[in-house]
């Protein structure tokens, strides 16, 4: 199968191709040309297997220039358990009669994140071996907090790499500071931005799309990549946890094979709920995706009136890897409900980047509003859903995962929707202390990582092993810079 770009499908690419460039060089999103149905009976096949096939059955649907040898030991490796606490790896847990939990943070950086970036160096180096490539690949990311992490956990020390790590200097948790670092690693770098998670991105994105920058890099062996969610290899591997989800609830006797179901996604950059929009598209029976933000609602206020606005103020929340006011995976949706129209897709990116806005055609605002919904929640909601679930169901939930709960709530009394709906947990609750404590009801006592025990005494919950083992670590990187200093940055890292 071949990937297109969302700007110009005339460059189209192999998956292998789609996954080492990461962004399509006129800056477009890599998609694939069609998205493959899964074949007569594959759920009942896919019930009866444990996450890796599961993995290794979705992924191969996509990726024609991998063998399923080669996939089987990706999966065997990302998702083993040196990794991952569970070997159920995403587990869906019951609240109650029409609401799960599909938990995503039983990885090593307790976040969802590691889903995809456990995976992407495998998907990546082997695209890179079998595009012949010689040059060496040197990663950017930007992040709001938990990709940063997850990227440096999965890359470090992989031969034939680097990877340099961008977050905003006041937009993280202590512990996601921490945890990013003071990473180990001898081909990891870590920086400070002083700005939001918008100026970082914008940043990457004008290093890639930089034909000098490129240039000059390549005369010295290096070639760029991406680990953010725009890479085709991040997206691919959260498709499978949806169809996973939903067998798994089958498996548990709480649907019948057939039944349609609705997720909410506790949204930022676009790129959970986006796979969940080519699982549907794949056949799997989902009813409704609804997108769930915090107080940064530009999503919601999308969904609404078919206008994005980024005119807007920015908000720090207690919920910081969705403060977000560029959602670069909406891209890809914008392209598959226009009919594949690229030039429509340029024309809203160009909109975007000139007058700050677009607004969507009546044929894509008619499929936005047959397949999804959206709402947002308040700090002090979110708050206030994490004490209630803890003290009606014991349920220790993060505060992304409480945003989403929060939209559900208020979506099922709007609509009266009352399907069986997976709610996408996307966080350990140990990786936001301060936050979960106050829902609790506590006075937070000290900061970091110190919080942890604090936590666990409040809950009755054990936090994670990795974060327990962030206490007495100390940060190896403590510079910050300026916007434009970034690219000095990257140029002497690969000196
Ligand atoms: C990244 C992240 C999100 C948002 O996911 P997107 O794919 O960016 O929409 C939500 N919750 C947590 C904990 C995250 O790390």
């Known amino acids: 199968m071949r990937y297109i770009s969302t700007r110009d499908k005339e460059a189209s690419v192999s998956s292998a191709q789609a996954i080492e460039q990461g962004l399509s060089v006129e800056g477009g999103l890599f998609v694939p040309a069609c998205v493959p149905r899964l074949p007569e009976g594959a759920l009942e096949e896919l019930c009866a297997m444990n996450y890796r096939q599961r993995a290794v059955y979705v992924m191969k649907l996509f990726l024609e220039d991998y063998q399923v040898a080669e996939l089987t030991d990706f999966v065997t490796r990302a998702y083993g358990p040196g990794g991952f606490d569970t070997p159920r790896v995403a587990p869906v847990r019951r ?32 695209a890179v071996r079998k595009n012949g490539e010689e040059r060496k690949v040197c990663i950017l990311v930007a992040t709001s907090g938990d990709t940063g992490k997850a990227a440096l956990e999965g890359f470090a020390d992989v031969e034939g790499t680097k990877i340099c790590v961008f977050y905003p200097r006041d937009g993280v948790s202590d512990i996601q500071k921490l945890q990013m670092t003071s990473q180990a690693g001898g081909n990891v770098l870590v920086c400070a931005v002083n700005g939001n998670f918008d100026d970082a991105q914008t940043t990457v994105k004008e ?88 107080r940064n609602d530009v999503l919601t206020d999308f969904f609404k009136t078919g206008v994005y606005d980024r005119k807007r103020e920015f908000h720090t929340t207690i919920s910081p890897s969705m403060d977000i006011l560029v959602s670069s995976n909406l891209e890809r949706l914008l392209f598959h409900l226009s009919g594949g129209d690229d030039k429509e897709t340029a024309g809203y990116m160009d909109d975007l980047k000139r007058t700050g806005e ?26 206030e859903v994490i004490r209630r679930a803890f003290e009606e169901h014991k349920y ?31 966080a350990s609750p140990f990786k936001f202390c301060g936050a979960v404590l106050e829902a609790l009801g506590q006075t937070p006592v000290g900061a970091g990582p110190e919080l942890i025990g604090q936590l666990e005494s409040a809950s009755g919950v054990s936090a994670p092993e990795p974060l327990r083992a962030l206490a007495g670590k100390t940060a190896r990187f403590t510079d910050s810079f300026d916007k434009a200093q970034l690219p000095d940055v990257v140029r002497r890292f690969l000196k």
């Open 95 to 126: 609240l109650d009669r029409n609401t799960h939990f599909l938990e995503l943070w039983h990885g090593p950086t307790c976040a969802f994140k590691d889903m995809a970036l456990q995976m992407l160096p495998y998907l990546l180096t082997a």
């Open 396 to 426: 220790l939930m993060d505060t992304h995962t409480a945003v989403a709960c929060g939209v559900l709530e208020k979506y099922r009394r709007e609509t009266g929707d009352d399907a069986v709906t997976v709610v996408v947990s996307t």
């Open 358 to 383: 677009y607004t969507v055609s009546k044929k894509i605002k008619a499929a936005m509003d047959s397949l999804f919904a959206a709402g947002t929640c308040s700090d002090q909601e979110t708050k």
């Open 207 to 294: 290093i890639f799309s930089d034909p000098a920058m490129r240039e000059e890099l390549s005369e010295a062996g290096w070639m760029l990549s991406s680990a953010n969610s725009i890479n085709w290899g991040r997206l691919l591997p959260q498709v499978v946890y949806y169809i996973s989800a939903y067998c798994d609830l089958v498996n548990g006797q709480e649907i019948a094979l057939g039944d349609a179901i609705d997720f909410c996604v506790p949204t930022g950059n676009f790129g959970d709920i986006l796979a969940g929009y080519y699982a549907k598209n794949m056949g799997l029976p989902i009813k409704k995706l609804i997108c769930a933000s915090n």
